[in-house]
């Protein structure tokens, strides 16, 4: 039996590795497109901490209010002169934020009659926000301290105009701010294994279908147990060895460019190994699911239809744990692709597995793909799969 | 030697196969003669153990084939009527793969290859990839696949079909040898020339039953005409349906 599985395993995997074009185009798509969004992610994300790291203003009509640009001094405030053309600049997407002030802004300021400035933006596009909020905040500031100075001059406790003192405390490390920007990684490491073992499990079940080699095949004196578990294993060597390879063209872009950019991101070798720990085994089950699902197609380009369902459900998966927000819970171990996303943010986000976090998933994903083998085996000796061509 | 009693095969209501009967004996050729549609694929499927028959029994060489499939299935070399190879894999590389699943050792493999290439003429072909060949060039590749453990009983679904005169001449050749080396040789066609060539008995098999059986004197004789094509189509009952 060893030896059959064995002799239908190689013969498939050389089968695929012949496909030159289809091996090139998988590995190319996995090697190039994750690293590549990683670095243009980490690129933008840098961009957005340095744009909110640097305390700078721009003002237009500054020489106004003597005020206002002495407290932004005092607070080490880099204060910039705005082109005339500001209003246009914003919604260009040029200027982030720009602070107005009108002619007779410091004679109202001093008379306490109602002075006001104009705070010009673009919220709709979000690497604006950081610097929208830094100018509010400064005005803000400006803002209190003139009450205070106002109400100490009256005699009157600064106390008073402030019943609650808010202290900030981001608890974010800086591993988990990365984390945010590493969702990236997790979604790549779900789909690599169903990209990779999409090939082999069409090819080998549907594929033979529709070349018509099915038939004599199953002529063989070999329980067909055999050929579903060497098609199997042949469709998860593929999954898994696309997941390892696309992990890795992360580990380098992160190592060589994106952790600069980003400190507080991490993936280095022990995320590396952490991650694979959680995608094979979730490779296992993705491949024998995609099998069994292409074990129904009559043609290639039919199996092809139906598997390429699966991804989508898969692709779901993080896009609804980004957007619900949902939060680490016991049971999602046991939920395939999703126990596994959610112990990928952990990992990202530093926190220490424990072996049963590792575990956990690895059955369940192994329990699938042996379902999915022994209905694979059972189908093939179905008539209707056999000899339903066509 | 296989033995076919009684099979029948029913697909919903369609009754493609109703009690045939038949033996192939060893070192004889046996043709399963009959118009498309007869039944003789459904027949051969069932004895090659890929389909379950609704009634009878198929035994080769004494095995029952519905109780021990795979030893039944060891014992025969069968060219399904679906021949697909892996167009991939060289000619060597698809022989060689039957010859693992059979569980044949290298040497074993590497004798049987060199042996069909001999019988078939396939030696320049051997290490070419399957996928460039020609329709006869890819039956021969089939027909060695299948006989690449030496079985003692060669099914043959229709090994002549859409092949040009060359290549079918070679393959009677080659069925002539099987028949000098002891085996037992069952093969399908609807062409009474091929049948007539080879055959040293005859199955007339029509809607699904078979209508005549012998050699093929006997079959000459039972139908009362002294052309073997014309008494097929008396036996097949062709004759009555061609005509309104």
């Keep these: 039996m060893i030896a059959r599985v064995l002799a239908v395993y190689l013969k498939e995997v050389r089968d695929a590795l012949r496909d030159r074009r289809t091996a090139l185009m998988i590995l190319v798509a996995s090697v190039i497109t994750g690293p590549l969004t990683l670095v243009l992610v980490a690129h933008f994300v840098s961009g957005l901490e340095s744009r909110a790291t640097t305390l700078k203003v721009r003002i237009a ?95 009157v406790s600064p106390s008073v105009s402030e019943t609650v003192k808010v202290d900030r405390v981001n608890a974010a490390t800086p591993r988990q701010k990365g984390a945010v920007l590493l969702f990236l990684i997790p979604m790549f490491a779900l789909l690599a294994p169903l990209l990779g073992g999409m090939t082999i499990a069409i090819d080998a079940t549907a594929g033979e279908r529709e070349r018509g080699s099915l038939e004599p095949l199953l002529a063989n004196p070999v ?130 597995l424990a072996v049963m976090d590792y575990a956990v998933p690895a059955a369940v994903a192994l329990a699938i793909a042996a379902a999915s083998v022994a209905a694979v085996a059972r189908l093939l000796r179905d008539e209707r799969i056999v000899f339903g061509r066509s | 030697m296989i033995a076919v009693e009684g099979l029948a095969k029913r697909f919903g209501a369609v009754e493609a196969v109703r009690g045939v009967t038949f033996a192939a004996e060893d070192g004889r050729v046996t043709g399963l003669l009959g118009p498309n549609g007869a039944g003789k694929t459904t027949t051969l499927r069932m004895v090659s153990t890929l389909l379950a028959p609704s009634a009878g029994s198929v035994r080769v060489d004494g095995l029952d084939a519905a109780a021990d499939p795979l030893a039944v299935r060891a014992r025969l070399g069968t060219l399904s009527d679906a021949r697909g190879l892996y167009a991939r894999l060289t000619a060597r590389e698809n022989i060689a793969y039957y010859g693992e699943l059979r569980g044949l050792a290298r040497e074993a493999i590497d004798a049987a290859t060199a042996r069909l290439a001999a019988l078939l003429e396939l030696g320049p072909l051997l290490d070419r990839p ?80 078979v209508a005549a059986r012998g050699t093929p004197a006997a079959v000459r004789e039972a139908a009362g005409c002294e052309d073997l094509e014309e008494a097929f189509v008396r036996l097949a009952g062709i004759e009555r349906e061609a005509l309104p």
């Design chain 1, 61 to 155: 009509g500054a020489s106004h209010a003597p005020a206002l640009v002495n407290f932004l001094q005092r607070a080490d405030v880099e204060i910039e002169k705005a082109p005339a053309d500001y209003e246009a600049r914003v919604r260009q997407g040029t200027l982030d934020a720009v602070i107005v002030v009108p002619e007779d802004f410091h004679e109202r300021w001093l008379a306490q009659d109602d002075a006001r400035v104009r705070l010009v933006y673009d919220d709709s596009r979000t690497e604006s926000g950081p610097a929208i909020r830094q100018a509010e905040r400064l005005l803000e500031a400006f803002n209190r301290e003139t009450a205070w100075l106002r109400l100490m001059a009256r005699g």
């Design chain 1, 223 to 352: 329980p067909t147990a055999a050929f579903a578990l060497g098609k199997w294993l042949a469709a998860w060597t593929s999954a898994a060895a696309v997941a390892a390879v696309t992990l890795a063209g992360f580990l380098v872009a992160a190592v060589t460019y994106a952790e600069r950019k980003v400190p507080a991101l991490q993936f280095g070798a022990p995320e590396y190994g952490r991650f694979l720990l959680l995608a094979v085994p979730l490779a296992a089950a993705t491949a024998g699911v995609q099998m069994l699902i292409a074990t129904y197609g009559r043609s290639y380009r039919e199996a092809q239809t139906y598997v390429s369902y699966l991804a989508t459900a898969v692709s779901f998966i993080p896009l609804a744990v980004m957007f619900t927000g949902a939060r680490d819970a016991a049971w999602q171990a046991a939920v395939p692709a999703l126990g596994q996303l959610m112990a990928m943010q952990r990992v990202l986000r530093g926190d220490a």
């Design chain 2, 130 to 209: 399957t996928g460039g060949f020609s329709q006869g060039e890819r039956m021969k590749v089939a027909i060695a696949r299948a006989l690449v453990h030496d079985p003692a009983n060669v099914v043959l679904d229709e090994p002549t079909n859409g092949l040009d005169v060359m290549t079918t001449r070679s393959l009677r050749e080659a069925v002539r040898r099987l028949r000098e080396a002891g085996k037992c040789v069952l093969f399908s066609s609807h062409v009474m020339q091929e049948v007539a060539a080879l055959c040293d008995e005859i199955v007339i098999v029509s809607h699904g039953a």
